[in-house]
């Protein structure tokens, strides 16, 4: 049995190493499963897990687990940057502008309760107990790779190797954040005698008001004298509005338009356009009125197709539908597009994405040359593009390793292994088909390399805290961290959602998903979207999002290197 004793105490052997991260990860990832009162704590549990390892001496060469520790990090943070890059800038437009300064200031709140409470509770001569701070600080916000970005400026700033654990801090406060976040957004519906009933009656009449960019299709007849002789690209340009004229009924025959097809009064167009432009292009063009072409044009008819078409050919990537010409040389026309699940008007500076949906009508021959030209190989998506993700950490890790000298701070702000990748990935998930860099992976791709990341990571701050749980919590300020923990977290909420609310006249709904995003928290979006029937919660959370996990971890290393150096 020695082969057995072996494989568990041998710390320098790679069995050893990979059987110990794979117990910690299996058990927590199993254990975060079970739900207290409906709330679980998720893959999150594996930090608990690894503690627990690292306290009964089920361990591994520090070195290697601050290897894997890191690597994991590298590529939790890079994912999150390319699945939030596409929203980045977009989430600052009409409206994202306020609910991102909300969020902003609650992260400013929830910095400046953690530096109250540090002065309130604890002894500020010893230099351990503000980084420890900076962990109950993100535990208490459930914020993982804000944690990360801590725990690497600790690094350069605690030169003697003597770093704070302070992932027990973030332990200590992490379990009593999730409920918190969720307990504080119900206070706030009492604080400011909000129902729901009457916020979701106003979402629904908010969006019949507010059609936004919704893909609107209807049949015109042309009744307007100065059109008439003139042709599609003439009229396009005179009425300054995005539209598709997808087919023209004319003397008793269906066809397809191009540029320079003419209208004629008494036509009957079928036009695409956003619903908030269709009055405008009726009163401009003619009436709405019923199509009875089926009538008259049946054997014309079953050659006109409609078909969903997924851009997979690489070189479609960054290209711009007007100078597409479809119409022209295919002659076929785009409706509607498709990007992550939300229907897009197909507006003449759309810039195609390798994942794009596209919807094309036309002649049968002419929407399968299109397609062949698009890729529409599902197959494809199916391939991930590690060339693209590998090339944004190199990247990231050059750009994060950059230092900036800064008066008065001891060391120089680097960015680092956190902040580095995660800005790169971003710039790239947005602007990168300018270089040819096809960044999309289909939603699992993404999730699983995120969570191998995030479990990689949490095992091993885990395993290496583990060692001084018990005198650094059960025997030393773990009650502290755990209620300091939740005034960090409650005070912010109850001040920005009453703000939010009373001042600003947010739908609660819509602060619900904003606050989950400010504290980059699922469970609280979860219970978020099981209150509504909406889609609400979803769009606070994402328009908030990606800012918000960007402050998090930068704020993380600004507190660090400006305050914790011993």
Request: hydrophobic share 50%.
């Amino acid at each position: 049995m020695d082969w057995l004793i072996n494989l568990f105490t041998a710390q320098d052997s790679v069995a050893h190493i990979a059987l110990l991260f794979a117990i910690v990860i299996s058990v927590g990832v199993l254990l975060g499963k079970v739900k207290v009162g409906g709330i679980s704590l998720g893959v999150t549990f594996v930090l608990f897990a690894g503690i627990v390892a690292g306290h009964v001496g089920f361990t591994a060469p520090t070195p290697i687990l601050t290897f894997v520790q890191d690597f994991g990090l590298i590529l939790f943070v890079f994912c999150i940057g390319l699945q939030v890059g596409p929203g980045f800038f977009e989430s600052f437009r009409k409206g994202g502008v306020t609910l991102n300064l909300l969020a902003a200031t609650a992260i400013l709140l929830n910095v400046l309760v953690m530096f109250a409470c540090y002065y309130l509770f604890f002894d500020t001569d010893n230099p351990n107990n503000l980084p420890m701070m900076v962990g109950t600080l993100y535990g208490a916000v459930t914020n993982t790779p804000g944690l990360g970005a801590a725990n690497e400026a600790l690094a350069a700033v605690f030169t003697n190797g003597n770093i704070p654990q302070i992932a027990n801090g973030y332990a200590c406060a992490y379990p009593l954040g999730v409920l918190g976040i969720i307990g504080a957004t119900i206070a706030v519906r009492y604080i400011t005698k909000t129902k729901l009933e009457e916020e979701e009656s106003k979402l629904d009449e908010a969006e019949a008001e507010n059609p936004h960019v919704k893909p609107h299709a209807m049949t015109l007849k042309v009744s307007n004298a100065p059109i008439a002789g003139r042709n599609l690209m003439e009229i396009a340009e005179f009425l300054n509005r995005d539209y598709v004229c997808t087919r023209i009924f004319h003397n008793g025959e269906v066809h397809t338009p191009k540029r320079d097809t003419v209208l004629h009064i008494g036509d009957e167009v079928l036009i695409v356009c956003a619903e908030s432009e269709a009055e405008a292009i009726k009163a401009f063009i003619g009436p709405e009125v019923e199509p009875e072409w089926d009538a008259y044009q049946e054997s014309d008819k079953r050659q006109m197709i409609s078909k969903r078409i997924v851009v997979t050919n690489p070189k479609m990537n960054g290209r711009v539908l007007s100078k597409m010409q479809f119409n022209g040389l295919y002659k076929v026309n785009v409706t509607r597009i498709s990007r992550q699940g939300m229907d897009l008007f197909a507006s003449r500076n759309h810039h195609f994405q390798v994942g794009d949906k596209i919807m094309v009508v036309g002649r049968e021959d002419n929407v399968e040359r299109v397609a062949d030209l698009m890729g529409n190989s599902t197959r494809r998506l199916n391939v991930p593009n590690i060339a693209t993700i590998f090339i944004g950490i190199m990247i990231g890790i050059i750009f994060g390793s950059i230092p900036f000298a800064i008066p008065g701070i001891p060391v120089p702000l680097k960015l680092g292994i956190a902040g580095g990748p995660l800005i790169i990935a971003i710039l790239i998930g947005r602007f990168g088909y300018h270089f040819k860099l096809v960044t999309y992976t289909t939603t699992s791709a993404n999730m699983m390399l995120r969570e191998i990341g995030l479990v990689l990571f949490l095992a091993g701050v885990g395993i290496k805290a583990g060692a001084g749980f018990w005198d650094t919590v059960v025997s030393g300020d773990g009650l502290k961290y755990v209620y300091t923990g939740f005034l960090i977290t409650v005070i912010p909420i109850l001040i920005i959602g009453t703000i939010a609310r009373l001042k600003y006249k947010f739908n609660y709904f819509t602060i619900m998903g904003m606050l989950a995003g400010t504290y980059t928290d699922p469970p609280a979006l979860a219970y978020a979207n099981s209150s509504c029937s909406k889609e609400a919660p979803a769009v606070g959370y994402s328009t908030v999002y990606p800012f918000s996990m960007f402050l998090r971890i930068l704020s993380a290393q600004i507190i660090v290197l400006f305050f914790c150096a011993p």
